[in-house]
């Protein structure tokens, strides 16, 4: 189908149930739905939102278009959890409906307030001549669940000095004020992070740009997100428009961090090293964390990118969100590891032990669709190992470790459908270490692989046949010590 403007600005209410139900039984169809990641009912998921603790209960909520896979009039989403694991669909919880979002909810955060769950999110609009007019907006939900959209935006002007590319607030307290990071874009094509601050949440003043040592790079910064951890600040942003430099940037668009001393909020100086990668998989961006009830920072990404096709499409739906993963740092870098919660969806195990020597193994319970496998390598004399999953007869979605390059290796060459194929089917990253620990959560159409304790994470979609089961260990030019368990899920 041909997607005119009529079609994406399309308001869910005005849509007759015969036809949701429609778009519901084709997205059903898909053989690609996942079995226990976030995904939309219909429809096209983006970016995280709104990531809070608030009343007993984590809230998240997503982009979302709901009438295809295609970039939208987007909503909010409600989805909650009381462990991070199972999570309920709560419905919209912010709709396109004034004429500060006429044109879309688009990404922001949340913040507890007065009792209240504030939501600071921009409103999209675009004028007759399509001519984009951005508002920072604030929806606050109260303990019965119900939202309320303030009358008027908090933010109603783009700051001098840049373009209508403004967008994506969040928020955080600290020392009795609040302080919003926005994206934004200079009027040289340059993106940036501007910092405002505001001592109630609803009368907010622009304190400047934050002053980064990465003055040229990309054009557009989205959804930023700024977090003290130990005695670190960390700048997480969306660049886009970066060339790929050898290993680094091989997709459309990144997602990563600067790690550094924390933000001087006085001068807006921030004292860092270089940008990082969050993540060396082929799909993972617009990541947004919250602090929750047990000092924990969690992070939630979009298993997915903006610009591109992915096979769902044709089933009427697209993308969905990474688990959540607790962040430390370790030798200066930010570590991931799946929260521990996630433990909950484990069900029958399996251990093996053996020694893989120039051959490829499989073992009796080794094998799905959905589970989680923990593999550690060891006494190593391999040149090259690893884990071949959803192996068919023509299919294999490939996770080793290249001992002479020193580097682990993801290739989704062979692992079904293809996606982004311009992009390139291999992601590498250099990693040094004497044993491998490979951590894999597998779902229908994904896998997130943690490695070394969540030192490095390769996250990914991948369509494979239904029955591409099958899971192989290799070793080749050598041997390797191998200590693995599976859990179905
Ligand atoms: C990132 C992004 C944000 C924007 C939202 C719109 O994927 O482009 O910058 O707020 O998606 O859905």
């Not at 044709?314 to 969100?321: I, Q």
């Not at 239904?466 to 030019?477: K, Q, T």
Request: glycine content about 8%; charged content about 25%.
């Amino acid at each position: 189908m041909k997607w005119t403007k009529n079609h994406l600005y399309r308001h869910l209410d005005t849509v007759d149930e015969k036809e949701l139900a429609a778009l519901e039984d084709k997205v059903n169809n898909c053989s690609w739905r996942q079995a226990y990641h976030i995904q939309p009912n219909t429809g096209l998921l983006n970016d995280p939102n709104g990531f809070s603790f608030y009343n007993g209960e984590y809230h998240l909520f997503y982009q979302w278009f709901p009438l295809g896979p295609v970039h939208g009039l987007k909503y909010w989403y409600h989805v909650k959890s009381v462990d991070l694991v199972h999570w309920k669909n709560d419905g919209v919880a912010i709709k396109a409906d004034t004429p500060y979002d006429s044109h879309g909810a688009f990404s922001g955060s949340g913040i507890i307030h007065n009792d209240k769950l504030y939501l600071f999110y921009t409103g999209n609009t675009r004028d007759e001549e399509w001519v984009r007019h951005p508002y920072q907006c604030i929806a606050y939900m109260d303990k019965k669940g119900s939202i309320i959209k303030l009358e008027k935006p908090v933010i109603s002007k783009v700051p001098f000095g840049y373009t209508d590319h403004f967008r994506d607030p969040k928020v955080w307290r600290e020392n009795n004020m609040f302080y919003a990071v926005i994206g934004i874009q200079r009027m040289n094509q340059t993106g940036t992070v501007v910092l405002y601050c505001s001592p109630d949440l609803l009368n907010w003043s622009f304190l400047g740009e934050i002053k980064t040592e990465l003055q040229d790079f990309g054009y557009m910064w989205e959804c930023p997100d700024y977090f003290t951890l130990g005695n670190n600040g960390v700048l997480l942003f969306s660049p886009q428009g970066l060339s790929a430099d050898g290993d680094r940037f091989q997709n459309i668009y990144q997602a990563g961090y600067c790690l550094g001393k924390p933000l001087d909020l006085e001068t807006r100086e921030f004292k860092h090293g270089d940008f990082v990668e969050l993540d060396h998989g082929f799909d993972f961006y617009a990541p947004q964390t919250t602090l929750d009830e047990k000092g924990r920072r969690l992070l939630i990404g979009w298993m997915g990118l903006p610009d591109l096709d992915y096979p769902t499409d044709s089933s009427g739906w697209a993308h969905c969100l990474t688990l959540t993963r607790e962040l430390s740092i370790k030798n200066n870098k930010l570590v991931q590891q799946p929260v521990d919660e996630l433990k909950l969806l484990r069900q029958m195990e399996c251990s093996v032990q053996d020694i893989v020597q120039n051959e490829r193994k499989t073992y009796g319970e080794f094998k799905g669709k959905t589970y989680e496998l923990m593999a550690e390598f060891y006494d190593i004399h391999a040149e090259k190992f690893g884990i071949e999953f959803r192996v068919g007869p023509t299919e294999k979605t490939i996770i080793m470790y290249n001992r002479i390059e020193k580097k682990l290796i993801l290739d989704r060459t062979l692992s079904g459908e293809n996606t982004a194929l311009s992009y390139g089917t291999i992601r590498k990253c250099l990693f040094e270490a004497e044993a491998i620990k490979l951590h894999l959560f597998v779902d229908v159409s994904s896998v997130e692989i943690f490695i070394n304790d969540g030192q490095e994470v390769f996250t990914s979609r991948i369509f494979p046949q239904e029955n591409s089961e099958g899971i192989n260990f290799f070793a080749e030019a050598g041997s390797t010590k191998l200590k693995t368990t599976i859990w179905q899920i």
